[in-house]
Each structure stands twice: as structure tokens, then as C-alpha cells.
């Protein structure tokens, strides 16, 4: 591949090396361990002197493409693959967290990104604050001489709240803090983090990347070789590795990443125009819609308004309860980014372990419904929402 390659050539070839036989996609290598030329090969390999694989943990072919295509899609020194998006994310808070170091993060997280913290993480003497990360002086009023970490998740899960990633990776190097992106909602595709100033990327491959709701999955991408260098290190000891029949199923669906994005997010348009016109709709939260309270950031940042929509209903919870027990398109279902489009609600689904006290300060409202805009035919979902709200 051209090192000038655009991002859809890039989608297609970058981390493809053919191997023996000249495979056009990278093979399966579903084994947990590599033989050894010889002594002295195995031992070169595990000093770094020779770039063998060694044990699945440690690294394997099938899940190195992976992480090479990553990596390159987001303009980042290297890649790591993890089984799940919450591996990613607690790699990341293991490799620059210690006792009595303090994070800030977006206080409309994904819900487990958020939970760890206060549940598990405080028992090792972490501190996290969670702030509205869209006013970027809460997050330097947030900001204390022990915190190590700034996190942001930019478009938020579930408010849909934008975060200038600019602007805090300029606060977090001007007090020598690492920043840190959860990409998952815009995927790379939408969004390069790395390129705005962050240090770090990670995201939920789950979702948009893999896109198929048939595989749970992580990745992390650092700018700079020594944060690879410790987070692979924390990974490959702790051992949240992926698994090569994960990876290959990953590479497959990433190859359409772009393609799936653009149709995903030209139904959401439709969708959240329809939702904010509709008289049974109170409000819509959708990056695309002037409404959106940072539209024009959105644009800035964003090269796509993306397909994760939410939106209250004018009855509160119980409308919305009611118009999730009325569809029969969209599934009700938690996760995101696949093909299908999905509804649910993340009060009581994916942010219930979070307070209700954080909930309602972080705008996770009992009425708030989110929509995962999948690739069918626009006029089938239309239908099926007005029903819905109909029913
Ligand atoms: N980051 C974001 C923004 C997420 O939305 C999720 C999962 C994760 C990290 C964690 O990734 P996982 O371990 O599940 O691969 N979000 C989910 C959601 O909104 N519904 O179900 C899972």
C-alpha cells in the first residue's frame, strides 16, 4: 500500500501482509503458542531481538493485522487489540493510574467506563471527577496536582454531548496530563482524535469498526511509542488479549467501515429531522440538527454527524417504555453501530449501575431513549418509528 494511501484504501489493505501462501486475507492463526527455530531463536524472541511471535497472549498474526489497520486508520505509532472495550478502557486506567492518582472524565461515559472507577478503581486508592466535558472550564476547575489521566468520550454515550478534543488535549499538555479519547461513537472514519492533539484512542471495536453485533472487542491506539510500549506491556501481563477468530471476524467487517457509515448516518439524518418534527417528541439530540447545543463544533470536528441519535418523548418514561414495546424493526437491545438499527434506554439498561444522582447531573434523563441508526431502508424505519409512537 502507497504511504499516501487514502483512509478507504487504507480500510481495505493497510495491516495486509500475504503470507507463505499468499493469502489475500490474513488467515485464522488459531493457535495459543509458535514453535522456535531453535534455542537460541526463542530466546532472541523473547529479548526483542527477533520479532517472532511467541504465545497468542503476547501477540498473533491474525490479531496483528488487526492492530496494524487500526493504528493506521487512526494515524497512531501502534495498536492493542483487547476481548472487550471495557479491556481497553481498563488498560488504559492500569498503565497511567496508581494509587492516589486522580482522573477526569466525561460525565456521560459509556456507564462501566464510569462504574469501574467508582466501584473497583477507588478500592486501589484512584480518584475519579466527573464533569460536563463540553464546558471545557468545568474540566480545568476539575483538574487537581495528582490527576494523571483527562478522558473524554466525544460524541457521549448516551447524551450525545461533543467535547472539543482540541481544546483539552491543549488544557491536559499545559499541566502535563495525557488525554485520552474514547472514539467509539464517530469510529475513525468520523473522527481522528490522535490528530487533534490526543494522546490516546480507544474504542469499543463492538460497535462501528466490527459493525456486525457479532463480535465484543477493544482497541487502543497511543501517538507516542512509549505509551504503546507500557499499555502493551500492562495488556499482555494482565492478559485481556482478543482472540484470533475475534480479530479475523473484526478485519472482515472493518473492510466496510466507510460504506456503512455513510448510509447509517443519512438514515439518521432522516430520523432525528422526522423525531424533532413530530408532535409527541420533546426534544432530539442528533450532532446533525442546528438544535444540537454544539452543532458547529460537530462540524468542525466531526466529518459526519454519525448514526447515534437520543431523544425524550413528551409522555417521559412511560411513552418511551411504551414506544420501545411497540417497535417491530428496530430491536430493543443495548449495544450499537451494527448494521440493524437498535432502541433502548439507558437509564435502567446500559447506565444502570451508575447513581441516580450522577445520572440526572450528567443529563441521563428516565425519558431519554437512544437509537442506534442501522443501514435498512430509511422509509421501513420511518414507518416503524411512527407506529411506534403511534401504539
Ligand atoms: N465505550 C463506549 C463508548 C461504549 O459504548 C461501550 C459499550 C464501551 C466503551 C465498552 O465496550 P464493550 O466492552 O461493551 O465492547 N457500550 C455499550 C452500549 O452502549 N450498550 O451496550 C454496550
Known sequence: MHKDAKFDTMLIHAGQKPDALMSVNPPIYQTSTFAFKNAKHGADCFAGESDGFIYTRLGNPTIRSLEDAVAALEGGFGGIATASGMAAVTTVYLSFLSAGA????TDAVYGASRSVLENHFSRFGVEASFVDSSRIELVEAALKPNTRLLYIETPANPTISITD???????????GIKLVVDNTFCSPYLQKPLELGA?????????????????????????????????YNVMTSMGPNMDPHQ??????????????????????????EFLEGHP????????????????????????????????GLKGGFEAGSKMMDSVK?????????????LIQHPASMTHAKVSAAAKQKAGITDELV?????IEDVNDLLADLQQAMQG
Not at 437512544?370 to 442501522?374: D, K, T
Request: aromatic content about 6%; some cysteine; charged content about 15%.
Open 199 to 231: 494522546d490516546i484512542v480507544l474504542h469499543s471495536i463492538t460497535k462501528f469498526i466490527n459493525g456486525h453485533a457479532d463480535v465484543v472487542g477493544g482497541v487502543i491506539v497511543a501517538k507516542d511509542p512509549a505509551d504503546h510500549k507500557l499499555m
Open 165 to 175: 478534543i482540541a481544546a483539552c488535549a491543549e488544557l491536559a499538555h499545559k499541566y
Open 370 to 374: 437512544r437509537l442506534s441508526v442501522g
Open 247 to 272: 480479530a479475523f471476524l473484526v478485519s472482515r467487517g472493518l473492510k466496510t467501515l466507510s460504506l456503512r457509515m455513510e448510509r447509517a448516518q443519512a438514515n439518521a439524518q432522516v430520523i432525528a
Open 280 to 311: 409527541s417528541v420533546a426534544w432530539v439530540r442528533y450532532p446533525g440538527l442546528p438544535s444540537h447545543p454544539q452543532y458547529e463544533l460537530a462540524k468542525r470536528q466531526q466529518k459526519g454527524s454519525g448514526a447515534m441519535i437520543s431523544f
Open 329 to 341: 424493526l428496530a430491536t430493543l437491545a443495548v449495544s450499537l453501530g451494527g448494521v440493524e438499527t
Open 102 to 105: 486522580h482522573i477526569v472524565s
